[in-house]
């Protein structure tokens, strides 16, 4: 019997200690081996294949997304999920498993999705689905449109490189087909379903997602108040489900996921819905369990994102949070249409401004500091406003591919503790870019370096004030304010990915990350 399984048997010590009890004996100290044995153990009883398993998952208790062979049954396959993603390739010569697509585009784009609870049995030139109870499901496939070619390097050393160099694609695909620019509105595609009606409904919104999408999300709440003047909260969805169970009233939870398959962010959705909530889902993968459980859906369309440091999708997620933004103003009537209109040029104007990141002299900015950054144990990122979430997302770049310890802080927290930290080995990088917060970023620029400590600072190209605050200075195009942070953190992107290669780090794949985080 040859089981493969991704996920969490939450009761294995128990099954282990019944089928030790039953005379199997144990090899590995995984939960994955009491699986196999459990089905071994039907198998020795006359069980069929799919019987076995059916009886087998009966019993565990937990996560799993499961493929199981056994030797008296070579053409089948059985697959099943619970919670752990799996998809079913199915092809012109044969049906494949895997936990997402982008393993199978080089056999098949055609795909069907297994949800919570089924399994599935495959054979050579036929699919078959279950739900719990052993009731036979039809589903049709759907269709990725990624070809092989978008999931392969194209030339670049790394997944990670080429994905920051996808952004401004990632603009055009994600935004350029829903600008309404005649109208100065925005419109999304059916599977958003919320009308101007049911916009002018909501009263609130929470945003909830982890990790880099967090801080999209965080970004997203400032877009939505200064476009539609609607207030919000952001919450680490982990800790959703420790807080006080409140009316969920008028509200409209904001889940941001690149996967659509992260354990906290689903919980959450489900927690969300337990209490009569209703939940949007913003998400890159079609077919992904938040893309079926969410009530209303904005697709980014940054194609497969490989890198576990997320790039790409961070942009166009924000680029989705900055178009949901003026839809809701624009629903809710406090953004007219000259506004929108106004909004949407500056999304437009984006594309062409964002060439400079690409171009050789802010690369060679860029490394010229990473050569100091390597160097240094820790340092802290420092942002006001839309700039602290960015604040926030460089130094989880910096510490996920180069394992140098960073802290992401809003700028106005210095007096109240880090500035204790200041000297020559913990440098700041600060966000400093034109706009409300300048001033009071240029000052907290003097103060670190009046304390000896070095400074690596994001701002306009050409700001003489910033370059003679800084050590380094990292050049961006000044464009509008709200958009300020699809530039700013593009550089930061690159400072960790040159970093992280002086280092010799593993790249696409850094210690003990994985891509989706499909356990709590
Ligand atoms: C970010 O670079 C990390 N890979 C991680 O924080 C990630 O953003 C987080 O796990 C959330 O993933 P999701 O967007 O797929 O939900």
């Known amino acids: 019997v040859v089981v493969v399984h991704n996920g969490i048997v939450e009761n294995y010590l128990e099954l282990r200690e019944w089928l030790v009890s039953e005379g199997h004996t144990f090899s590995t100290e995984t939960d994955t081996e009491a699986i196999a044995n459990l089905v071994a153990w039907s198998l020795r009883r006359g069980r069929s294949l799919h019987e076995a398993v059916q009886d087998t998952l009966e019993r565990l208790e937990g996560s799993y997304g499961m493929v199981v062979m056994a030797a008296s049954e070579p053409h089948r396959i059985i697959v099943a999920r619970q919670d752990s993603p799996l998809v079913i390739g199915v092809g012109p010569h044969g049906r494949y498993a895997a936990s997402d697509m982008p393993a199978l585009l080089p056999l098949t784009r055609d795909f069907v999705v297994l949800e919570n609870g089924e399994h599935a049995v495959l054979e050579p030139q036929?699919?078959?689905?279950?739900?719990?109870?052993?009731?036979?499901?039809?589903?049709?496939?759907?269709?990725?449109?990624?070809?092989?070619?978008?999931?392969?390097?194209?030339?670049?050393?790394?997944?990670?490189?080429?994905?920051?160099?996808?952004?401004?694609?990632?603009?055009?695909?994600?935004?350029?087909?829903?600008?309404?620019?005649?109208?100065?509105?925005?419109?999304?595609?059916?599977?958003?379903?919320?009308?101007?009606?049911?916009?002018?409904?909501?009263?609130?919104?929470?945003?909830?997602?982890?990790?880099?999408?967090?801080?999209?999300?965080?970004?997203?709440?400032?877009?939505?108040?200064?476009?539609?003047?609607?207030?919000?909260?952001?919450?680490?969805?982990?800790?959703f489900l420790y807080s006080a169970e409140l009316e969920e009233g008028d509200a409209l939870t904001v889940v941001v996921s690149q996967s659509g398959e992260t354990a906290d962010s689903l919980r959450a959705l489900r927690e969300v819905k337990r209490r009569g909530g209703r939940v949007l889902g913003i998400c890159n993968v079609r077919g992904s369990t938040l893309a079926r459980e969410a009530d209303h859906l904005i697709f980014t369309h940054c194609g497969p994102e490989i890198g576990v440091a997320s790039t790409k999708a961070f942009f166009g997620q924000v680029v989705a949070l900055y178009l949901l933004a003026i839809r809701l103003g624009r629903a809710r009537g406090v953004l007219d249409a000259a506004e929108g209109r106004a909004r949407l040029a500056?999304?437009?104007?984006?594309?062409?401004?964002?060439?400079?990141?690409?171009?050789?002299?802010?690369?060679?900015?860029?490394?010229?500091?990473?050569?100091?950054?390597?160097?240094?144990?820790?340092c802290l990122f420092l942002g006001r406003a839309l700039q602290h979430p960015v604040a926030l997302e460089g130094a989880l770049k910096l510490k996920e591919i180069s394992y140098i310890h960073a802290e992401g802080y809003p700028a106005g927290e210095m007096k109240h503790g880090p500035i204790a930290l200041i000297d020559p080995d913990f440098p700041v990088v600060a966000l400093v870019t034109p706009g409300r917060t300048y001033e009071k970023m240029l000052s907290n620029l003097q103060e670190v370096r009046a304390r000896g400590g070095r400074v690596i600072a994001v701002a306009a190209s050409g700001d003489a004030k910033a370059a003679a605050s800084a050590d380094f200075l990292l050049p961006?195009?000044?464009?509008?304010?709200?958009?300020?942070?699809?530039?700013?953190?593009?550089?930061?992107q690159f400072l960790a990915y040159y970093t992280a290669l002086l280092l010799g780090r593993d790249i696409d794949q850094p210690r003990n990350l994985a891509k989706s985080v499909t356990v709590e």
């Open 126 to 239: 036929a699919h078959r689905i279950y739900d719990r109870a052993g009731r036979v499901i039809p589903r049709e496939s759907v269709r990725c449109d990624w070809t092989p070619e978008q999931a392969e390097k194209q030339g670049f050393p790394h997944f990670m490189l080429k994905e920051i160099h996808e952004q401004p694609d990632v603009l055009a695909r994600t935004a350029f087909e829903r600008c309404l620019d005649l109208e100065g509105d925005v419109s999304f595609e059916e599977g958003f379903g919320l009308s101007d009606a049911a916009l002018r409904g909501i009263g609130r919104l929470r945003f909830m997602a982890m990790g880099t999408s967090l801080h999209a999300a965080m970004i997203g709440q400032q877009l939505a108040g200064a476009l539609a003047r609607l207030p919000g909260e952001t919450l680490n969805a982990s800790e």
């Open 346 to 378: 500056d999304l437009r104007g984006l594309r062409h401004r964002m060439e400079a990141l690409f171009e050789p002299p802010a690369l060679a900015a860029v490394r010229s500091a990473a050569e100091f950054l390597a160097g240094v144990r820790s």
């Open 476 to 492: 961006v195009p000044a464009v509008p304010e709200l958009l300020a942070p699809l530039v700013t953190v593009v550089p930061l």
